[in-house]
């Protein structure tokens, strides 16, 4: 069976490292690996799987699924598996030996040696040991590599374990904790977000330094008061987005993640908190009215060479633990799926000309009062046609059972043919939709059985129709759902759409425009 998991390895490149003495030769602290693998996985890797993701194969995430088989044919296929890497791998093998590769194999390694090693494995340690070495000699000279984000902190991980683990390279930790704080400084904003405005991004920021952290704790070694307040930020701001499943709202590139995850995460970050609902410096808002959540992203794009969302005053909607509105999601390993998935089609928002929004100035302000949250702004994502500004009014009321929108497009003259308008509403996979009332409105139905009510109008022609979507809520797999679509078109100078969403079983009160305290427009 061992034999399959070697023959299914491709892609490789027949390179052998160089022998040298190993410096280290034996772990002074072992670190635990805190997230659980795929037995599954781990299965189909014993029985020859074919096809391993390159990322997936030079990071040795497949030690966490091989790990999760815990039996003596997944510890003796995994060193085995390890060896092959060693010796089919050199350092000219440029894209596995890429600075987060390094220190994602690093931290793999040592937080699963007590795994994969035997009893009587000389001949097995002598060779890993000499690699490891390697590896930290080489991660220490090229490191940042030429990375950015994410990746950086990757492979600072890699070298704060070894330099905490392995005898013989302590002298690394002050210099290696020292650009990882700098690193954290960079990339957290004050207000807890990730520089990429991603909530996904965020959790793996977070997690990575949690691990480290609790390294450091296990090594006795004193923690940067930098990380400590770092950490109570960033878990602040993960908490944020954590919805009423105890999953992310899947906005800008993020996935749902595993819930049970996301929840140690934030026990060990942020305990006991209060969830807070505005990031102002990052552009979110969230509203929790009754058993609703409302979750609103401003749009701002990041600074490069981080890719946001096109998605200026996009939304998403909960009713309990039940996902209504959502954004489609994003793909961890497809860049295709990423670019799809960034367009403004994929999110709850106006989509004019079937053009992505790309605005230079973004407003959201926001009014609560003990009869509604009101959040308004606008937009200039699409001022080269006409200098056109869009506006949102979004309100919800004090109970949750009614959400009311108002879209506002404004141009600086009349354009010389329609522009067709858009305004998508994408469904979770497990709400179910139909057109009830002659197309005048849409019945929602959600899996528990309750049922909301969605209704447009505008003074000029609308239609309201139930169209295709697609949700990649996991990161990976594109499902099948639906979304409602207002399609209508800007003929004049401005053009006015409202809509509501009401809980079933109350009257549908016509959406009507709420005067705020000032006007953004």
């Not at 096809?51 to 194969?57: A, I």
């Not at 003596?72 to 440029?94: K, P, T």
Request: include cysteine; charge should be neutral; hydrophobic fraction near 40%.
């Amino acid at each position: 069976m061992r034999q399959h998991v070697i023959n299914s390895l491709t892609h490789l490149n027949p390179l052998r490292l160089g022998r040298s003495t190993p410096i280290s030769d034996r772990l002074v602290v072992r670190p635990v690996d805190s997230r659980p693998g795929c037995a599954e996985t781990g299965a189909a890797l014993l029985n020859g799987a074919q096809g391993l993701e390159p990322e997936y194969w030079h990071r040795c995430l497949w030690l966490r699924d091989m790990r999760a088989c815990s039996d003596d044919d997944a510890r003796q296929s995994a060193r085995q598996m390890i060896l092959h890497w060693i010796e089919q791998h050199g350092r000219e093998d440029r894209f596995a030996w890429r600075a987060d590769f390094i220190g994602a194999r690093l931290t793999q390694w040592l937080s699963h040696h007590d795994f994969f090693t035997g009893s009587d494995e000389s001949d097995f340690d002598e060779k890993f040991f000499a690699s490891v070495d390697e590896h930290i000699r080489h991660l220490d000279k090229i490191i940042p590599g030429g990375l950015y984000g994410i990746p950086v902190l990757e492979a600072l991980q890699g070298l704060i374990y070894a330099g905490l683990t392995l005898e013989g390279w302590e002298n690394i930790i002050p210099r290696a904790l020292a650009m990882f704080s700098d690193e954290i400084n960079r990339q957290i904003l004050p207000d807890g977000l990730h520089i990429s405005r991603s909530p996904g991004q965020l959790q793996q920021a977070l997690q990575i330094l949690m691990d480290c952290r609790t390294l450091m704790a296990l090594a006795g070694y004193p923690q940067p008061l930098i990380l400590q307040r770092a950490a109570e930020r960033m878990g602040l701001g993960l908490r944020l987005f954590r919805m009423p499943d105890r999953a992310l709202g899947t906005l800008q590139g993020t996935a749902e993640g595993n819930p049970d995850i996301i929840e140690a995460l934030l026990a060990q970050a942020a305990p006991a908190t209060k969830t807070i609902e505005s990031l102002k410096q990052s552009g979110f808002e969230r509203v929790s009215r009754g058993r609703s959540v409302l979750l609103i992203d401003r749009g701002d794009a990041p600074p490069k060479p981080y890719l946001g969302h096109a998605a200026p005053l996009s939304f998403e909607f909960f009713c309990g633990k039940h996902r209504l509105f959502v954004s489609c999601g994003t793909h961890t390993a497809s860049a295709d799926w990423q670019e799809i998935l960034r367009a403004s089609a994929a999110h709850n928002m106006v989509v004019v000309d079937n053009r992505s929004a790309h605005p230079h100035k973004i407003v959201l302000e926001r009014q609560d009062n003990a009869r509604h949250t009101v959040l308004e702004g606008h937009h200039d994502g699409y001022s080269s046609l006409k200098n056109l500004i869009v506006q949102r009014q979004l309100v919800l009321s004090a109970d949750g059972n009614r959400l009311q929108g108002q879209e506002l497009l404004s141009s600086a003259r009349k354009p010389s043919q329609a522009v067709p308008l858009a305004v998508r509403f994408h469904l979770h996979p497990r709400v179910i939709a139909s057109i009830i009332r002659s197309g005048a409105a849409a019945l929602l139905r959600l899996p528990d059985g309750s049922g909301w009510r969605f209704t447009p109008q505008s003074s000029q022609d609308l239609s309201l129709q139930i169209e295709e979507s697609i949700y990649l809520g996991d990161g990976k797999t594109p499902r099948k759902t639906q979304q409602l679509v207002i399609h209508s078109a800007l003929e004049e100078k401005d053009a006015h759409i409202l809509w509501s969403l009401t809980r079933e079983g109350l009257s549908d009160t016509p959406a009507k425009r709420v005067q705020t305290r000032q006007t953004l427009l």
